[in-house]
């Protein structure tokens, strides 16, 4: 592909030059600001929510989620309509979206209808500029805004609307052909992911050794069990315990697919923990089962491999010497465990289930002797080592399909390459994939 045959200079400073034959015309041109609420008849509106996968409806009876006591100043949004998130864009995943429902939103958004103007065009552009926060330059106050005036008032870089168009069809072809390798590449992980696991719900079932001997375990779902192995009673072996007045020690969380982590380890935004009262968190030590109470039902518990603090809301078992540590994070995060979290957490929500200790502490544990523990970890490690290099392997092209995406919409929508003359053939548009499948 190359470039236009010749450039202008702009005064914006995200883009030094633009093809000659564009003008720059201010948002105003193309975009009406929106104010009208839902009132009192939010009943009758969709929920939507601006996400880094676009603006998508929301289920309130899910569950998931926090939703205002009610929605009668949200805004109403049309199909076509764009809206921006025009303050804490730095913090804020993705500030601009193109919505494809009618629905209604959060009034502290912006909405426009758009005409004049091909609306993906506008889109693409804007999404471009998002993907590196390109429009800091604008930005007042301790909250990073940009003021509705001052949006409407800026530049923006406008082709003739038949090349926006062919801009939008290439765009279209493009990102969808990105998007299936990227959706592929996701199947892949997905695919690993339970062939891993596979691999650690055999192991701690049943064993390494096909040829033992073995005895019916007396529970109907976990069938037969090794011989030499015993089943026995949560709380047999665990116990619950609570210490707090620890403020000073490492912010931990549990998380689905890691357990047990410092939550500094995590790239995610939440309220500075030193900021609140944190004397009823509770201390946990190396080698404590750390069970969300609300999600631990999905898998979200570990043994933890450091010290520090968790939320108060969590259960902390202390687990007997009959368990090595490396063991119990892979038994207690494995399918037959995760399985009588779900029978010992209660709630009506599909979402967050609430956990508690008088009906988990009945659960099945099977317990091995120490040595075949031991030997266990060691084969899974070595098994899955492999299965975690693929996977990582995966992550990396996903990676870079990402970044080769964002570059080409942005040099597409800025005017560094041409597209006018390129044939956009038949193709199935396909929109962006769901990240949680890579969590």
Partial sequence: MNAYESYIDTQLPWISQIPSHWSLLRNKNFLQEVKETVGDNFAE???????????????????????PKDFDTYKIVKSGDMVFCLFDIDETPRT???????????GAYAVFHVSGINSRFLYYYYLSLDEVKALRPLYSGLRKTIKTNVF???ELPTPPREEQDQIVRYL??????????????????????????????????????????????????IGEIPAEWSLV??????????????????????????????FSQKEEKRTNPTSKDLSKYQYVRYGNLV??????????????????????AYIIL?????????????????????????????????????????????????????????????????????????????????????????????????????????????????????DDVCN
């Fill in 45 to 67: 509106f969709t929920l939507l929510s601006l996400t880094t996968k676009g603006i998508i409806p929301r289920d309130i009876s899910s569950g998931k989620g926090k939703f």
């Fill in 96 to 106: 601009v979206g193109l919505s494809a429902h009618d629905g209604m939103l959060t």
């Fill in 152 to 154: 409407l008032g800026t």
């Fill in 172 to 221: 279209d072809w493009q990102v969808s052909k990105i998007n299936k390798l990227i959706s592929a590449r996701k199947k892949q992980i997905v695919l690993l992911k339970e062939q891993k696991q596979a691999v650690i719900n055999e192991a701690v079932t049943k064993g390494l050794d096909p040829a033992v001997p073995m005895k019916d375990s007396g529970v109907e779902w």
């Fill in 233 to 262: 009673p949560l709380y047999s072996i665990a116990k619950v315990i609570s210490m707090t007045n620890k403020e000073d020690e490492e912010l931990l969380s549990v998380y689905l697919d890691e357990g047990v982590i410092p």
């Fill in 291 to 312: 069970l969300n109470n609300q999600q631990a039902w999905r898998g979200s518990v570990g043994v933890s491999k450091f010290e520090g603090i968790v939320s108060p």
């Fill in 318 to 434: 202390e687990l007997s010497k009959c368990l090595n540590t490396d063991y119990a994070n892979l038994l207690f995060r494995g399918k037959n465990m995760v399985y009588q979290y779900g029978l010992a957490s209660k709630g009506v929500g599909s979402i967050q289930r609430n956990l508690y200790w008088p009906h988990l502490k009945r659960a099945f544990v099977l317990l091995p002797p120490l040595p075949i523990q031991k030997e266990i970890v060691r084969y899974i490690v070595k098994r899955c080592a492999k299965i975690d290099a693929l996977i990582s392997n995966i992550h990396s092209e996903i990676a870079l399909l990402v970044e080769y995406r964002t570059r080409l919409i942005s040099d597409v929508v800025t005017g560094q390459i041409d597209v006018r003359d390129i044939e956009v053939p038949e193709f199935e548009y396909i929109a962006d994939v769901v």
